[in-house]
Nanobody, 116 residues
Framework: QVQLVESGGGLVQAGGSLRLSCAAS????????MGWFRQAPGKEREFVAR????????YYRESVKGRFTISRDNAKNTVYLQMNSLKPEDTAVYYC?????????WGQGTQVTVSS
């Protein structure tokens, strides 16, 4: 069982920045593929970004490319999502996601609200 705890959400004006963090339990964090999803009110949960366990591979949703950066610190069992140039349409609950030996785990979510 892997537990994920997100932090760093909040209210920010359009054009501003936030950094989300996700702390994971477990002793083999470097083997976890980690990612971020988001869900806006009335919409389906959607993929935002993903990083391989080694950090060698990253993938992004088209609409966040060039604005968001996923990174990880395997020594701290933590993955980050740096979000710059935020837009009102980025408003959502952001969820941390881990894939561990074929099993998917989710965090509880953290609210990000971008005001215009």
């Amino acid at each position: 069982q892997v537990q994920l705890v997100e932090s760093g959400g909040g209210l920010v004006q359009a054009g501003g920045s936030l950094r989300l963090s996700c702390a994971a339990s477990g002793r083999t964090f470097s083997s976890y593929a980690m990612g971020w999803f988001r869900q806006a009110p009335g919409k389906e949960r959607e993929f935002v970004a993903r990083m391989s366990g080694s950090g060698d591979f990253t993938y992004y949703r088209e609409s966040v490319k060039g604005r968001f950066t996923i990174s990880r610190d395997n020594a701290k069992n933590t993955v980050y999502l740096q979000m710059n140039s935020l837009k009102p349409e980025d408003t959502a609950v952001y969820y941390c996601h881990a894939e561990v030996s074929g099993v998917v785990y989710w965090g509880q979510g953290t609210q990000v609200t971008v005001s215009s």
